[in-house]
């Protein structure tokens, strides 16, 4: 678990450089969603437990990133608004509600 | 938000200019690098204490988006806080055949998933992000979301 976190935070970081380099603005946004700590935790995963015990943890990835679609969606009009602390943050209830919804509705 | 801004931003050739990593501060990294360790944690957490596919959902958790944009804010300003937010949305599908190409390919051989996930994602955002500039979409898109916010 604690390699996971380690080599999860190191994948944001560098994901994060890539996109920090990247220009225009709206191509470096591509890297605000990349799988950064999906490729170590996956790979950990599938390293430790085997690739069985990898895939349900990517089969909740896939609905988490429609929750992803909607937090993104929703930002862009909540920043508008209230700009991007605030915006931004109030936006994870679209991811919330979109990712949870989905959870519950395909059954876990 | 500034259209025009928005629009010049948009018209910059797309490429990496590694030389801006020089204004990258210590604590803006660590910043990243604390919330990547966390949303790890509490999907790995999760995935214990409530089953593998809830610890899944963490895994396209935006933990560090808000951080992101409150930044690009800061630095450069609104407009461009949105602009980021913006590719987000493409990068956000691209996550989406990310998880569908580990999801198909785990089993055959797990490195190679992965790797071909990456892949699949790079394509289906860069893929989205070329057609929507090439296509002028993302100026109707813009449009949009400006009349819904207005």
């Not at chain 1, 929703?74 to 931004?88: D, E, F, K, M, T």
């Not at chain 2, 501060?25 to 944690?41: N, S, W, Y």
């Not at chain 2, 089993?107 to 998933?113: E, S």
Request: charged share 10%; aromatic share 10%.
């Amino acid at each position: 678990m604690a390699l996971k976190a380690l080599i999860g935070g190191l994948a944001v970081v560098g994901f994060s450089l890539v996109g920090h380099a990247g220009h225009p603005k709206r191509f470096a946004g591509l890297f605000s969603a990349a799988p950064s700590v999906a490729v170590a935790s996956l790979a950990i995963t599938a390293v430790l437990k085997g690739a069985a015990g990898a895939v349900p943890y990517a089969r909740g990835m896939l609905i988490g990133s429609a929750g992803m679609l909607a937090y993104c969606l929703v930002s862009l009009y909540l920043i508008q608004r209230l700009h991007a602390l605030v915006g931004s943050i109030l936006a994870w209830l679209a991811w919330l509600l979109v990712a949870g919804g989905l959870y519950l509705v395909l059954g876990s | 938000m500034e259209g025009d801004v928005l629009q010049q931003d948009d018209r910059e050739p797309v490429a990496f200019d590694w030389s801006r990593l020089a204004s990258v501060k210590p604590v803006e990294l660590g910043l990243r690098f604390v919330f990547g360790t966390v949303i790890a944690l509490v999907a790995a957490i999760a995935g214990t204490a409530a089953g593998p596919r809830f610890g899944g959902l963490f895994l396209a958790f935006p933990a560090v988006l808000p951080a992101t944009l409150t930044l690009i804010e800061k630095k450069e300003g609104m407009t461009k806080a949105w602009a980021d937010a913006s590719g987000g949305v493409l990068g956000a599908l691209g996550l989406g055949a990310f998880a569908c190409t580990a999801v198909l390919l785990l089993r055959w051989n797990p490195i190679g998933a992965l790797f071909l996930a990456l892949v699949a994602w790079a394509a289906v955002s860069a893929g989205l992000y070329f057609l929507f500039r090439v296509t002028g979409l993302f100026l109707r898109q813009d449009r949009l979301v400006s009349k819904a916010g207005s």
